[in-house]
């Protein structure tokens, strides 16, 4: 299984940014929990949002975490094996390294995307 994640970049404050996340390999997509991480500066990288797969009674609910609620959201399209994180108000310190993570009985990651936030 592998994740390609894309659509990082330099945006200023306030701006916004799509990330995507492409899944591959022998892997059931719909049916596992996709999410995203982020690691900024300094810190532990911390859980940004997840969404529910198919097979669960909250199929596409989105959890959210701290100051990203209200900001972020996460969406996923299974016929195109694909899990997306849009981005807004973004702030300088949402600059970091961006992963996106599988869940199917074993977690698979990304490489991680590149936000920086100018101020």
């Known amino acids: 299984v592998q994740l390609q994640a894309s659509g990082g970049g330099l945006v200023q404050a306030g701006g916004s940014l799509r990330l995507s996340c492409v899944a591959s390999?022998?892997?059931?997509?719909?049916?596992?929990?996709m999410g995203w991480y982020r690691q900024t500066p300094g810190k532990q990288r911390e859980l940004v949002a997840t969404i529910s797969p198919l097979g669960t009674t909250n199929y596409g609910t989105t959890n959210y975490v701290g100051s990203m609620k209200g900001r972020f959201t996460i969406s996923r399209d299974n016929a195109k094996n694909t899990a997306y994180l849009q981005m807004n108000g973004l702030q300088p310190d949402d600059t970091g390294v961006y992963y996106c993570i599988l869940r199917s009985g074993a977690d698979y990651w990304g490489q991680g995307t590149q936000v920086t936030v100018s101020s």
């Open positions: 390999g022998r892997i059931s997509f719909s049916r596992s929990h």
